[in-house]
């Protein structure tokens, strides 16, 4: 099997369980980014495929070798640090040059090394410069570039960008995920920014709690969430409860909608993000799919509008463009429409 | 913009130390200033003078290779309680919150041992008739008791055994502040447990290990019981001849003149350690 594989994994630190038993396949060249809220166990996650930390049990194979019990120094993985663990007596260049020079390289080859390595995260003639004297996100580059001074098998990331500014964090999302197309390493990036997660990776897991939720390309996880959990997390979703009442058909608080992929019988939750929601002002006749509710408030944002409506009971959040907006204000009747593709039917968390 | 402080009460917070100060420091370091340059009377104890008979005496070949031999003993226990320190604190520093606890107590009992008692202590258990010769004799070691004591390598331990829990202390915080995950990037870089201490924990901490070894210098300079107690006269420190002066031979004059020099000497050495760790830490 190619990639890194994750072969019934679980850590245990004294009583707490800080991952479940996990197997998981990670693919050759791929940008995954390990995602959720923090304690959910993916630092320890990335920890172990680092070294830096045991599996209680379980292996972990990369390209069909188990490198479980290889010491961290013997690995070659490059890894950023959350807080980027730069030698603080060393300059920018020293720093880059670090892992070529305890190897033994020579002064000419690391200087090359270096030079490469500096234009690769754009700060060329940076190199003398002492790493105190860097802004963040210069010093997020040259961490960057010494974590890749080997051409590691694996690139690692634990919260990379945390500590930078939103507007550089956004560029530098872009950026590293460029880095990564161009050299083409399996790089895995722990974070708890969806947002995030979106932009930069090729396939996201998702975990809480010690367990792995669901492991998809970005779109499908916000379009067919799993379960309750991955679908409140990854952007904002109504939770509706109800009942299989015929075939394709739901009984919920005041009406019936209507699914695909539904089980026979019994209690089901659905999952409608708020975009695909479509209001329309109350003209009597219902059809299967909509329901009646008020709207209680109106949140205009400019670019999108938020309406907060209460259906039979339920709050219930639907956001249109101002094209699209109906004609309505608070306090009025709406028909709100459920299209049939955009109820997804979630499993037990 | 800068506030200047105009009436009496706006100096009334510093008062309180800058006359703790000046009654415990300044007053007597004054008086011994002065008295080195008091003129000894033989057979009565000294006059008020201001002769240069007592630094004049001390700049003798026997004095200098005494204060040679000081500076040396105390800058080879500072080096060897950092060697020995260092690393210990290190690995205290990565163990559980409660074995750190154990462990500082300990030292810190260590510590309120009296120079007196760790003196007599060393000096039995380097003994011949009663001393750790006898446990590797009946352990099949040695083939019969020795005496350790009086030596160079008694004096050695003995100070090193002071200056051991002072060191961990200072040490310590420092290191309970390095960051983890420094010595963590240098072995995901390719660096053995051994080499990324070398390499990452030694330079990162550079400041504190200049200061530190001062510190042990200092306090190593100043002792005068421990050469006695465990060495040959040919151990004895300057401190124990600043000590036989005043205390026995009642020449207090000559006392307060060498201990006026062992202190610029030690204020000379921390300026150049200081001055030289700035100009690294500069480039």
């Not at chain 1, 495929?49 to 045991?54: F, H, M, N, P, R």
């Not at chain 1, 947002?195 to 367990?211: H, I, P, Y």
């Not at chain 1, 408030?297 to 219930?316: H, K, M, P, T, W």
């Amino acid at each position: 099997m190619s990639g890194l594989v994750f072969d019934s994994i679980v850590k245990k630190f004294g009583d707490f369980t800080a991952v479940h038993e996990t197997s998981l396949t990670i693919p050759q060249g791929k940008f995954v980014c390990l995602l959720g809220p923090s304690g959910c166990g993916k630092t320890t996650l990335l920890r172990m495929i680092a070294g830096l930390e045991d599996p209680t049990t379980g292996r972990i194979l990369l390209e069909g070798n188990d490198v479980t019990r290889i010491p961290t120094h013997q690995r070659d993985f490059g890894m950023v640090f959350q807080n980027l663990a730069l030698f603080p007596h060393l300059s920018v260049g020293e720093n880059i040059a670090y892992p070529l020079r305890i190897r033994g390289g020579s002064k000419a080859d690391c200087f090359k090394a270096v030079k490469r390595l500096l234009d690769l995260v754009q700060l060329p003639d940076m190199a003398d410069r002492p790493v105190a004297r860097l802004s963040g996100g210069q010093k997020q580059r040259v961490a960057i570039a010494r974590a890749l001074a080997l051409e590691p098998k694996l690139f690692l990331l634990d919260e990379p960008l945390s500590a930078l500014d939103a507007k550089l964090r956004e560029s530098m999302q872009i950026e590293l995920k460029q880095l990564q197309q161009k050299l083409g390493i399996t790089t895995i990036v722990v974070t708890h920014d969806q947002r995030e997660a979106m932009t930069m990776a090729d396939l996201v897991v998702v975990m809480s709690q010690g367990k792995v939720h669901q492991v998809a390309p970005p779109v499908e996880i916000y379009r067919k969430p799993k379960d309750a959990f991955v679908a409140d997390f990854i952007g904002s979703t109504n939770l509706i409860s109800g009942r299989v009442s015929a075939a394709g058909k739901i009984a919920v608080a005041g009406g019936t909608l209507l699914a695909d992929d539904l089980p026979k019988s019994g209690d089901v939750t659905l999952s409608v993000r708020p975009e695909n929601i479509r209001l329309t002002k109350e003209n009597g006749e219902n059809s299967l799919g909509t329901l009646t509710g008020d709207v209680s408030y109106i949140r205009d944002l400019g670019a999108s509008i938020e309406f907060y409506l209460n259906v039979a009971g339920q709050q219930i959040t639907a956001i249109t463009t101002p094209s699209d907006r109906p004609d309505v204000v608070a306090g009025d009747s709406v028909s709100v429409a459920f299209p049939k593709d955009a109820c997804v039917v979630l499993g037990d968390a | 913009m800068k506030i200047k402080p105009g009436k009496f009460s706006d100096y009334a917070a510093i008062g309180f130390p800058a006359g703790m100060l000046t009654v415990f420091f300044v007053i007597p370091f004054g008086i011994m200033i002065a008295m080195s340059f008091f003129q000894r009377v033989q057979g009565a104890f000294y006059e008020p003078a201001f002769v240069f008979e007592n630094y004049a005496r001390f700049l003798s070949t026997f004095f200098a290779g005494i204060l040679g031999f000081s500076v040396g003993l105390a800058a080879l226990v500072a080096v060897v309680s950092v060697l020995l320190a260092f690393p210990f604190t290190y690995i205290l520093t990565r163990m559980a919150r409660q074995t750190q606890v154990v462990w500082l107590v300990f030292l810190l009992s260590v510590l309120s041992l009296s120079e007196v008692l760790i003196g007599f202590g060393w000096s039995t258990l380097l003994s011949r008739t009663a001393g750790i010769t006898n446990l590797l004799v009946s352990l099949g070691i040695m083939d019969k008791p020795m005496s350790l004591s009086p030596s160079f390598g008694a004096v050695m331990t003995g100070m090193v055994y002071q200056t051991f829990p002072y060191t961990v202390l200072v040490l310590y915080p420092a290191l309970s502040r390095l960051d983890p995950s420094l010595v963590e990037a240098a072995r995901t870089l390719g660096s053995g447990p051994a080499r990324s201490f070398l390499n990452v924990v030694v330079p990162a901490l550079r400041n504190s290990i200049v200061s530190t070894l001062i510190m042990v210098f200092v306090f190593a300079l100043g002792c005068y019981l421990l050469p006695q107690l465990l060495g040959k006269p040919s151990h004895w420190t300057l401190s124990v001849l600043i000590t036989d002066q005043a205390i026995y031979q009642s020449n207090m004059p000559f006392a307060a003149a060498m201990a006026v020099f062992l202190v610029l000497v030690s204020l000379s050495l921390v300026a150049i350690s200081l001055l030289y760790g700035k100009k690294e830490n500069a480039g």
